[in-house]
């Protein structure tokens, strides 16, 4: 009868190499290389070694189940892709929303350019003015210089002159 | 503040009276320029009758007492003595100092006249 108190089990488990010549090796564990030495299991639960340079059968039941088993391997790494696509879409739904949501929220807040817009407005006043200085006045020196109605000119000078001296 | 505008026809009629070879616009520029109470109105008719280079533009602005080189304004009269003093052919300009020097009835105005002659022979 083995003697089963915890203090026997315990030197037995941790404390192999005082009894590592005593035990009795019968088995083809492979554990026995580890440090239980085979201690703990002495029945041979495995194959004997001569069966070992048989062929592996892997047919029927194993076969399929490796199968089945790779197969639904795929499977969850298609569904964890389609998750990630999935999970990814309403990540980006959810963003767009908050942004629309965002602009709701800014409620009356007009969005102008104004200050461009001012800008653009003078921009084109003045180059406005300048063109119609040049179409609207046809007073140039030249025009002036081919002139022979000089009565017509005279009118010309004096009308201007009088304008500027009544500016000041 | 006056009109751009403004200015603008005034200087481009004057500067076109200036180029113009009708006699008659000397005669608008003396009336209407020289008398005008803006001293640049005054200044740029009188350079344009210097730049004529003809006697009776610069009659006008070296005979006439308070006009060309006579003028009240400084401005005015040093103007058109430096119009005077650029003129490449200066005979005609200095023939008519010399006969204000010598024949005109203002002193003043032949004072101004022998000073300008003498400018213009040191030129």
Excluded: C
Excluded at chain 1, 7 to 34: D, G, M
Excluded at chain 1, 37 to 58: H, M, P, R, W, Y
Excluded at chain 1, 70 to 87: C, L
Excluded at chain 1, 135 to 147: L, N, R, Y
């Amino acid at each position: 009868m083995a003697n089963l108190s915890i203090p026997a089990i315990r030197e037995r488990l941790f404390n192999t190499s005082k009894h590592e010549n005593a035990t009795q090796r019968n088995s083809s564990n492979p554990f026995a290389a580890s440090s239980f030495k085979g201690n703990v299991l002495t029945a041979d639960v495995f194959e004997s070694s001569t069966k070992k340079d048989d062929q592996i059968d892997f047919t029927g039941k194993l076969k399929a189940s490796a199968l089945v088993g790779s197969i639904s391997g795929i499977g969850e790494k298609f569904q964890n892709m389609i998750n990630s696509v999935v999970s990814f879409g309403n990540r980006m739904k959810e963003n767009v929303v908050n942004g629309w949501n965002k602009l709701n929220e800014l409620g009356n807040i007009e969005i102008s350019f104004t200050p461009a817009k001012e800008k653009a407005v003078s921009i084109y006043n003045s180059v406005k003015d300048s063109v119609t200085d040049l179409i609207s006045s046809g007073v140039t020196s030249k025009s002036v210089a081919k002139m022979e109605d000089m009565t017509a000119a005279r009118q010309l000078l004096t009308d201007n002159v009088a304008a500027w001296e009544a500016a000041i | 503040m006056t009109d751009k505008k403004i200015v603008k026809n005034v200087t481009n009629i004057i500067e076109g009276l200036g180029m113009n070879e009708n006699p008659e616009s000397i005669a608008i520029l003396e009336d209407v320029g020289t008398n005008s109470k803006v001293d640049a109105i005054r200044e740029m008719t009188s350079r344009a009758l210097v730049k004529k280079n003809v006697h009776d533009s610069l009659k006008v602005v070296i005979t006439n007492k308070g006009k060309g080189i006579n003028d009240m304004s400084t401005v005015v009269a040093m103007s058109t003595i430096n119009e005077l003093l650029s003129l490449n052919d200066k005979s005609e300009a200095i023939k008519i100092l010399e006969d204000t020097v010598n024949m005109h009835s203002d002193e003043e105005v032949r004072d101004n006249a022998r000073s300008v002659k003498a400018l213009m022979a040191l030129s």
